[in-house]
């Protein structure tokens, strides 16, 4: 079985998967018994089968793809407390949005257009889950952390991208402008009317000659009709990444460095089985290995639910305060992705790419 026809399994049924009670997310991975490429449903709780009704069992197979169950727990984007650093601030500490308890700062960037060194973070660390201005106070340490606004201000919220609820309306699609109708050109009559008028000549011809058929009148679409009918499906709001920047008042307080583990340059694809390492505000310095990838996860977010599609699952490395973390590879000083969520059985992260080019940045 090769990965493509998993990932096109996984296309087919991930709604409806995730539509069952206890599921939260949906991945490709390898079968734990047998290590063959698999359609992984990712649930809080495993139950036994008899505590399941019909509509909540995992088929075994999707279109002869196999499935694995496993269980990640209650998942949610993490925030939690840490220490205060001066004069000089590395990455992996604890920062964040005046508002909120605290997270992680992930790393310097740079922007693309201006050149300018800015701070790496999730969304909801540094602009309070979409409820922040831009220019709101940035503190290190968090306000858990014993951050205080002004004392503690060492950056200004400068962009985020924004998040999208499961509750959130569906946008529909723009509706093309409407257009006259066709002409043959030069003022003379379109193609449509010169074929009615053919259908009535042939319909009197046919009555002078006492045949009781007609030529039935065809009818094209209008420009705002579609020559088929397609039902509009309501889409569920979704997300590629939890993500945010900060401008620093002053970009030289900042070392750049990731605590515990150096300089990061560059960024590199997340694999299965791939071994890689974080440092955040709580936790500081774990490793973990990539378990799964292309997961589509709900994540709770206080008393919202957002879902997040191209994912990557590890083994579990982090704990709440940890979200903003950068997760690099095992060997190398290479950036995979950014930690945004997690439970006590996996962590979650966007891939670094993904968030890169979202906020227009290199690291």
Excluded: W
């Excluded at 723009?174 to 050109?185: I, M, R, S, Y």
């Excluded at 750049?256 to 310095?285: D, E, H, N």
């Amino acid at each position: 079985m090769s990965i493509n026809e998993v990932l096109q399994a996984q296309r087919l049924f991930q709604e409806s998967l995730l539509a069952k009670p206890n599921v939260v997310g949906v991945a490709v991975g390898l079968k734990n018994q047998t290590g063959d490429p698999s359609v992984v449903v990712l649930v809080e709780q495993k139950l036994p089968v008899a505590a399941l009704s019909a509509n909540a069992m995992v088929p075994k197979q999707l279109d002869g793809v196999r499935t694995d169950v496993v269980e990640v727990g209650y998942l949610r984007a993490y925030d939690s407390p840490r220490d205060r650093f001066r004069p000089v601030i590395p990455s992996g500490v604890s920062i964040g949005h005046y508002k909120i308890t605290a997270g992680t700062l992930g790393a310097i960037v740079t922007d693309r257009r201006t050149g300018e060194k800015l701070i790496l973070s999730n969304n909801h660390v540094l602009a309070n889950s979409n409820n922040a201005l831009v220019g709101d106070a940035i503190l290190q340490p968090g306000p858990t952390d014993g951050g205080q606004n002004p004392a503690d201000v060492v950056a200004r919220l400068e962009r985020f991208i924004a998040l999208r609820y499961v509750d959130d309306p569906v946008t529909p699609p723009p509706q093309p402008p409407p257009q006259p109708p066709p002409t043959g050109g030069g003022g003379q009559p379109g193609s449509c009317d010169i074929l009615s008028v053919v259908v009535a000549l042939v319909n009197s011809l046919a009555a002078v000659l006492g045949s009781g058929r007609r030529v039935a009148p065809v009818s094209t679409p209008t420009p705002n009709q579609s020559a088929q009918t397609v039902d509009a499906v309501a889409q569920t709001p979704t997300n590629e990444v939890d993500a945010a920047l900060a401008k620093p008042n002053d970009p030289n307080q900042f070392s750049g460095q990731l605590l515990g583990i150096g300089a990061v340059s560059g960024t590199k694809p997340a694999a299965l089985g791939m071994k890689v390492r974080k440092s955040g505000r709580t936790t500081g310095y774990t490793e973990g290995t990539v378990t799964l990838l292309n997961a589509t996860v709900n994540v709770a977010y206080g008393g919202r639910t957002a879902r997040f599609t191209g994912q990557i699952i590890t083994t579990p490395m982090s704990q709440g305060g940890d979200s903003g973390s950068l997760i690099v590879d095992g060997t190398e000083n290479k950036a995979i992705g950014l930690l945004f969520a997690g439970s006590n059985l996996s962590t979650i992260f966007n891939p670094i790419d993904r968030v890169l080019d979202a906020l227009q940045v290199n690291i």
